[in-house]
């Protein structure tokens, strides 16, 4: 007995096909089962908007100094004020410091003053900022409820000024450093590293040969030479980007190696053969369909890319070759710690930058891990 096409059953309205995911919601959904990489996600997330905004987070003006606080110690946070009857009562506040003098070391000391309550809040009123260098601002994020006090949350340095702002400060400086090097690096990567492997034959053995060169000079005497060509007239903003440049001529070598073992395998598969049949310039075969193919492996591989070129400009910085001060960065934080005096008598300024500089490495470092195996189509 045969079975006619009427006898099949009409398919239901109420089935559905299951949804098909594209390639980047298939490396998100991968990206996230990495716990640490997400994590890592958010970490670098809320570091880039303390740098965004740094000014709404911080409690004192970056260059204020206090000349009865020089080495102030950290101050803690308190959540509870005993009254006169012995009674807590909540309250947020921080206990003001007084100067004793240290009669074995004869040397003046901060020690807690119990008396001194400075209340602290949330959205507080303080010194006036430009929000984003366009909105005119008081209000700040936390600190103390009375703009005249001082709150030093991480200590603060020889001059008096306020650790914890300068770090909050710095994070603009060190953190953006990083992505403009990047930037740098990605364009010079990716287009010598390109060409290098899309032409092949005497263009990329000059590439190769100019690579091969400049891996081989040892980093540290490049750097001081193009840092000592730097004027010391110079405003800030211009030896920042000086800098920035002197920081990305390594990093784009490695990455331009990698693009070009990339092209070597690409340039003659069909689709690419089809491009040049279809008219398009070596340019726009380049960018348009080769470099988009492997577009997530570059992603995850300038994603390490980042802290590398942080820990450059912290060093350069540390060693007195990058950044100056008035700038504040990671760097040139570090660089009040030289002093093996300073550091025992005010060892936060070695540890408050130094954690930073670790926490956020660590975490590029992690998020560079996730998009590498996220977008490693044969990792599970």
Not at 77 to 83: A, C, I, P, R, T
Not at 120 to 149: A, C, N, S, W
Not at 365 to 373: A, C, E, I, V, W
Request: proline share 6%; glycine share 8%.
């Amino acid at each position: 007995m045969s079975t006619h096409a009427t006898d099949l059953p009409e398919p239901q309205d109420d089935v559905r096909m299951p949804a098909l995911l594209g390639p980047t919601a298939l490396m998100w959904r991968k990206f996230k089962r990495h716990r640490v990489a997400y994590i890592s996600l958010w970490v670098v997330v809320f570091i880039y908007v303390l740098a965004l905004f740094g000014e709404f987070f911080t409690t004192t003006d970056i260059d204020e100094t206090n000349v009865r606080a020089p080495f102030a110690p950290p101050m803690g946070v308190s959540l509870f004020v005993e009254d006169e009857d012995g009674t807590s009562t909540f309250q947020l506040h921080a206990k003001g410091l007084k100067l004793e003098l240290d009669r074995e070391a004869m040397r003046r000391t901060f020690v807690q003053d119990p008396e001194k309550i400075i209340p602290l809040g949330f959205f507080v009123q303080g010194y006036e900022y430009e929000l984003l260098g366009l909105i005119p601002m008081t209000t700040h994020f936390f600190g103390p409820k009375d703009p005249r006090d001082r709150v030093y949350f991480w200590g603060a340095d020889r001059l008096g000024r306020d650790i914890y702002s300068r770090i909050i400060m710095g994070t603009r400086i060190s953190m953006s450093i990083g992505l403009v090097g990047v930037a740098f690096s990605l364009f010079i990567g990716v287009s010598l590293g390109g060409i290098s492997g899309y032409y092949g034959g005497w263009i990329d053995n000059a590439i190769q040969r100019l690579i091969e060169f400049i891996r081989s000079i040892p980093t540290i005497p490049l750097w001081m030479g193009l840092a000592a060509a730097i004027p010391l007239g110079w405003p800030p903003l211009r030896t920042y980007f000086v800098v920035t440049l002197i920081v990305s001529m390594i990093g784009w070598t490695g990455l331009a190696r990698e693009v070009r073992g990339k092209f070597l395998s690409l340039r003659n598969e069909d689709f690419i053969v089809a491009a040049r049949l279809d008219g398009l310039t070596d340019w726009e075969v380049i960018w348009k369909h080769m470099v988009p193919s492997f577009s997530s492996h570059i992603i995850a591989s300038l994603t390490l890319a980042v802290p590398l070129m942080i820990l450059a400009e912290t060093s350069l910085s540390f060693l007195g070759i990058g950044l100056q001060p008035p700038i504040v960065s990671w760097g040139t934080l570090l660089k009040e710690a030289q002093n093996i005096r300073t550091i025992i008598q005010a060892p936060w300024l070695l540890i408050a930058p130094g954690t930073m500089i670790v926490v956020a490495v660590l975490a590029l470092n992690f998020l560079g891990d996730g998009l590498r195996d996220a977008a490693d189509p044969n990792a599970h």
